[in-house]
């Protein structure tokens, strides 16, 4: 799978070649603290090899590297549910900090929300929580078409502090494209 993006750049499947440089881009403590916890900090070289084996063995694949002029400079990816939330998936994403601002992430996050719904017939419901403290991020769901459906109080902590989550979502017939 590749998706053009029009901002330039590729969303793609992760490529062992690409350890150098997620390790580069991913070991910035500015997008750990927009992440779960099992995103590492500090993001070594092993670190990268180990989620590329990971990403690159997965059934379906559902993570994806985010590339500029060739090069993985961030990842977009969903997480499926099962059972009764087996029609939804958690959406989640990062860029490199060299690369914000551009567009990048926008366009990367519509253009895989339409190859999700198209991927899984099943699934209705795309949504992502953001941290309250990240803007940015809700910025760019909203530009994405996610709505912000509400707020999770004290949901989660995050380098020792408490924080809430947006819940933002997008269901499959209000989906955008690029």
Do not use: C
């Amino acid at each position: 799978m590749e998706l053009s993006l029009p901002t330039g750049g590729v969303v793609r499947a992760w490529q062992p070649s690409d350890a150098s440089s997620l390790a580069l881009h991913a070991n910035d403590r500015r997008i750990w603290l927009n992440l779960r916890d099992r995103f590492p900090h500090p993001y070594g070289f092993a670190d990268a090899e180990a989620f590329i084996a990971m990403a690159t063995t997965m059934s379906p694949m559902t993570f994806f590297a985010i590339a500029v002029d060739g090069v993985a400079v961030g990842g977009i990816g969903y997480t499926l549910h099962e059972d009764v939330e087996r029609i939804s998936a958690e959406m989640g994403y990062w860029l490199g900090t060299s690369f914000w601002n551009r567009g990048i992430m926008t366009t990367a996050l519509i253009a895989f929300t339409r190859y999700a719904f198209d991927r899984h017939g099943d699934l209705r419901r795309i949504y992502a929580v953001p941290y309250a403290w990240s803007g940015a991020s809700m910025r760019v769901l909203e530009k994405a078409g996610y709505r912000l459906e509400g707020r999770m109080r004290q949901s989660a902590i995050k380098d020792g502090r408490v924080t809430d989550q947006l819940m933002y979502a997008v269901l499959r017939d209000e989906r955008r494209t690029p």
